[in-house]
């Protein structure tokens, strides 16, 4: 990588071009102005985030030659998932579990990061991929940050899946 990024010298961000490598070094520990500091900080700052998207294309890149089992959907599993839930699906959650099966749907691992306020219907969502994991003969963990929280799902886990066949199953850290 260092010889990769002495190789984009000229490049660019907001505040014009940015100076060699070489310049920057000396201009960060002995500027002879203010803006000469400046200009070899935005310099590393560049260098960085370089560095940190070409890691992160190496490592999507290797997690798209990586194979997975893909999960099959059929119609009778989807009425059965969504059975499992008292409530309609909002537009955004029906976006989120579209975008969620075309991922379980593919033979490379998932990496998808759902977020969304508190209600949002995240935990919903959450459970509609443990579901789809467990029909399609899989384990799946549902992981909270808090025991508060933990608690809170096990609960309604437990309340939606009264009368399937899908175990549930808590672990705690505290204990």
């Known amino acids: ?19 060699p490598l070489a310049a920057a070094a000396r201009d960060l520990h002995f500027p002879t102005a203010l803006e000469d500091a400046e200009h070899a900080r935005r310099r590393f700052a560049f260098d960085e985030l370089l560095v940190h998207e070409l890691l992160l294309a190496r490592r999507r890149a290797a997690r798209a030659r ?3 089992t893909p999960f099959r959907f059929t119609p009778e599993l989807e ?3 969504r059975a499992r839930f008292p409530f309609r699906l909002t537009d955004a959650q029906e976006r989120a579990v579209v975008a969620l099966r075309a991922d379980l749907e593919r033979a490379t691992p998932m990496s998808r990061l759902l977020q969304g306020d508190v209600g949002a219907g995240k935990t919903l969502v959450a459970v509609y991929a443990c579901l789809a994991c ?7 963990a549902f992981v909270a940050p808090t025991e508060v929280l933990a608690r809170q799902h096990e609960a309604t886990l437990r309340r939606w899946l009264e009368g399937s066949d899908v175990r549930v199953e808590a672990l ?4």
Do not use: E, F, K, M
Not at 1 to 19: E, F, K, N, Q, Y
């Open 79 to 81: 009425r059965r998932i």
């Open 172 to 175: 705690y850290g505290a204990r």
């Open 1 to 19: 990588p260092p010889r990769l990024l002495a190789a984009v010298p000229s490049g660019r961000l907001d505040g014009g071009p940015l100076p």
């Open 134 to 140: 467990v029909a399609n003969r899989r384990q799946a």
């Open 66 to 68: 990586t194979a997975a």
